[in-house]
């Protein structure tokens, strides 16, 4: 008798706990974890707004573990938005500007919040029509004729930078985002002139923007990467 109201008392407390498991609720996630359910970060960059060659940028960010990310970017821009092109009668007209930036993020404590390191590839390409004027025959001394002219030309800019930086929450559930960096690196260029027409040119009757957006390096040059973002997580 004693043996069967002990296998019954044991029988009524594994089904009330069982209930009392299943009728309770489960507590809120620490901020560290729930953080971690955050897998997309869309961001805005507004600093390539007032870069010498300007675009319109925007990027992906996904995490693809705890400490780890990738993140894509695309801008565009056009030679009416650039606020460094104050003449009348451009040197370059029809500019337009396509850049693109891929990076892996690791984290230290874990994403997308936090502070964390990165290797960016860069790639950007600026077309535009080049106009001048160009001398003819002068080799053996004055120019014997003038030619004007409207040629396109391209410039294509490489670059890969190691950078720091340090993502961190603009409202309490943390989904808007600010994302501040800097780094550097190394800069390749490229240049293409080969519809320009041959000969000595002359330039004095155009303006061109206050940075030159066709200047190139004979080498590589040191590359410097910084700027702030802000961005939505979910």
Same mark, same amino acid.
């Given at each position: 008798?004693?043996?069967?109201?002990?296998?019954?008392?044991?029988?009524?407390?594994?089904?009330?706990?069982?209930?009392?498991?299943?009728?309770?609720?489960?507590?809120?996630?620490?901020?560290?974890?729930?953080?971690?359910? +955050?897998?997309?970060?869309?961001?805005? /960059? =507004?600093? $390539?707004?007032?870069?010498?060659?300007?675009?319109?940028? *925007? !990027?992906?960010?996904?995490?693809?573990?705890?400490?780890?990310?990738?993140?894509?970017?695309?801008?565009?821009?056009?030679?009416?938005?650039?606020?460094?092109?104050?003449?009348?009668?451009?040197?370059?007209?029809?500019?337009?500007?396509?850049?693109?930036?891929?990076?892996?993020?690791?984290?230290?404590?874990?994403?997308?919040?936090?502070?964390?390191?990165?290797?960016?590839?860069?790639?950007?390409?600026?077309?535009?029509?080049?106009?001048?004027?160009?001398?003819?025959?002068?080799?053996?001394?004055?120019? +014997?004729?003038?030619?004007?002219?409207? /040629? =396109?030309? $391209?410039?294509?800019?490489?670059?890969?930078?190691?950078? *720091? !930086?340090?993502?961190?929450?603009?409202?309490?559930?943390?989904?808007?985002?600010?994302?501040?960096?800097?780094?550097?690196?190394?800069?390749?260029?490229?240049?293409?002139?080969?519809?320009?027409?041959?000969?000595?040119?002359?330039?004095?009757?155009?303006?061109?923007?206050?940075?030159?957006?066709?200047?190139?390096?004979?080498?590589?040059?040191?590359?410097?990467?910084?700027?702030?973002?802000?961005?939505?997580?979910?």
């Amino acid at each position: 008798m004693r043996n069967c109201i002990i296998d019954l008392l044991v029988f009524l407390a594994i089904g009330v706990t069982s209930a009392l498991a299943q009728s309770e609720k489960p507590l809120p996630l620490h901020p560290f974890y729930a953080e971690q359910s +955050q897998r997309w970060v869309v961001k805005f /960059a =507004p600093t $390539s707004l007032i870069d010498p060659s300007n675009t319109i940028q *925007f !990027g992906v960010e996904r995490l693809v573990g705890q400490h780890q990310s990738i993140q894509a970017e695309f801008g565009y821009g056009w030679q009416g938005m650039n606020l460094w092109d104050v003449s009348q009668r451009s040197r370059y007209t029809d500019m337009k500007i396509w850049r693109g930036r891929a990076e892996w993020r690791y984290y230290w404590r874990g994403g997308p919040v936090g502070s964390y390191i990165a290797l960016e590839g860069l790639f950007k390409q600026t077309n535009a029509f080049e106009n001048g004027t160009v001398g003819k025959g002068c080799d053996t001394g004055p120019c +014997q004729y003038y030619q004007m002219y409207s /040629a =396109p030309i $391209s410039k294509r800019v490489w670059a890969g930078h190691l950078k *720091f !930086g340090r993502q961190f929450p603009l409202s309490r559930n943390n989904r808007f985002l600010g994302d501040f960096y800097g780094g550097l690196g190394i800069r390749w260029y490229d240049l293409d002139r080969s519809h320009v027409p041959d000969g000595l040119s002359f330039y004095d009757s155009y303006r061109t923007i206050l940075l030159d957006p066709f200047s190139t390096p004979i080498r590589p040059t040191l590359s410097i990467s910084y700027g702030i973002k802000f961005g939505y997580s979910f």
